[in-house]
Nanobody
Framework: VQLLESGGGSVQSGGSLRLSCEAS????????MGWYRRAAGKERELVAS???????NYGDSVKGRFIVSRDNAKNTIFLQMNSLKPEDTAVYYC?????????????????WGQGTQVTVSS
């Protein structure tokens, strides 16, 4: 699975940005996709995720401001980021989860995009 992100950039506080992530390769094996971010000097954190069934999950800091969606026909997920704050500044990474069931049990494989910078100025 390969992931290609786009849509990062710079915006002023209160503004909006939309990130896209297109998956290619063995996309039929993907169980869920999402977005993580890593700010300078901080740990990587979950931003939002969406399963194949459309179930979404958000990090507490972005609830009510960010929306994750997917276009299954294009193997693409989106992250609509509204009311951006300076603390949203980070490198955003697209993530895909593949769960393989074998005799011994389930094994998870995690795939990552190259990351896209989002900078929010005050």
């Amino acid at each position: 699975v390969q992931l290609l992100e786009s849509g990062g950039g710079s915006v002023q506080s209160g503004g909006s940005l939309r990130l896209s992530c297109e998956a290619s390769g063995r996309v039929s094996n993907i169980n869920a996709m999402g977005w993580y971010r890593r700010a300078a000097g901080k740990e990587r954190e979950l931003v939002a995720s969406i399963t194949n069934d459309g179930v979404t999950n958000y990090g507490d800091s972005v609830k009510g401001r960010f929306i994750v969606s997917r276009d299954n026909a294009k193997n693409t997920i989106f992250l609509q980021m509204n009311s951006l704050k300076p603390e949203d500044t980070a490198v955003y990474y697209c993530h895909a989860l593949v769960i393989v069931t074998i005799i011994e049990g389930k094994t998870e494989f995690n795939y990552w995009g190259q990351g896209t910078q989002v900078t929010v100025s005050s």
